[in-house]
Structure formats: C-alpha cells, structure tokens
C-alpha cells in the first residue's frame, strides 16, 4: 500500500514523462507538486527505496514498471470517478476534479472493474482525457493543439490541457463544448487572436492562450 502523497507524486512524474521526455527534473516536480526542491528529493527517495522510480545523476528520475502500473491504476480511477460525477451525479465537468482526487485513492479493483462496467466502458472523462483500459492500456491520442493548425483547417474539439475550473467555466460561457468542430478564420498578426467558427454556424474570439490549450482531433 502506498500513502496518498506517493500516489499523487506517481501521477505527476507519469503526466511529466507524457509531456518532457521520460527522464523527469526534480525542479519540474517541485513546481507541479507546489512544494520544494529538496522535499521532492527526499520523497524520490523514499520512493527509490520502494522501487517505484529510479535516479540518473544530472539527468533526473523516471518510473520504473511498477511505479508506472501504480499510476496508471490511479489516473484510471480519477478519470472513471469523473465520469461517475458527471453523468450520474449532475457535476459540471468544471466541479470533478478535486473530488475524484479524493475518490482515486479508494483501492479496490473490483470497485474500479464494477464501476467501469456499469459507465458502459467509457474511452474518455468528461475533459477528453483518455481512460486506461483494465489492464492499464492507455489509448494513444492523435489529438493536436488548436494552436498548430493554419487558417482554413479544422479539427473536432476533444479535449484540454488546461484542467483549471476558471478555465472550464470560461470555455462554457465562451460556447464550445467537445465534440465541436473549431474550424480556424483568422489569426490576428499582431497579438495571435484567433477567430473560429463553431460546427460550420457560431463565431468566436478567442486568445492564443486558449487556442493554446484546445486539443482537436483533424
């Protein structure tokens, strides 16, 4: 058994390893996980001794298989809880996230398989973000960022890499939803404001930091 906080720094370095390359920064760590440097050394540590990930000297650290299988077990069950929330509950999918933090620590397999089950096996949480399978596959994505496309290309809207509620609302009141199809209008030259058109009708302003943190399937 692993104490929460092991579980919450297994699925930072996991998120890290998807995003910087495998070998992960303990300064990296330290900004995600909002503490210091020398705290995150001594929890990698502690978690070195537990075989959960390994240390490259001026490199940094990676998962090893058995800190990656924990990972994905606990990223599985946060995202099948955000489900759970969002469709059989009510929650807007901008109220999930620190509730299934609480709700992905419950250790139970067959709870995890049960509750897969009765969702009907869903492929993706209410962000977009794809779900493990039960043996810890993780589907990989083809989605791009909204930023990467030129003017006249399109893409459906799939997800966010951007998982803030101040974030989500925005989108809500801005109208786009996923399953959208963004298609790009314009790109302003001088400061990257991005005009599109929402599934061929509704228009849209919106900045390249938004534009930035949109995934899109072409």
Sequence with gaps: MHSFTEENYLKAIYKLQETNGEVVATSALAQVMGVHAPSVTDMLKRMAGKKLVTYQKSKGFKLTEKGKQVAVGIIRNHRLWEVFLVDKLGYKWDEVHDLAEQLEHIHSEDLTNKLDKFLGFPKADPHGDPIPDANGVLPKSKAVLLSSLKVGEQGT??????????????????????????????????????????????????????????????
């Design 157 to 218: 809207f799939t997800g966010v890499t951007d998982h803030t509620p101040a974030f989500l609302n925005y989108l809500d009141k801005a109208g786009i939803s996923l399953g959208n199809t963004l298609k790009v209008k314009a790109i302003e030259e001088f400061d990257q404001t991005y005009t599109i058109q929402l599934n061929d009708k509704k228009g849209a302003v919106i900045s390249h930091k938004v534009a930035n943190s949109l995934l899109v399937n072409k």
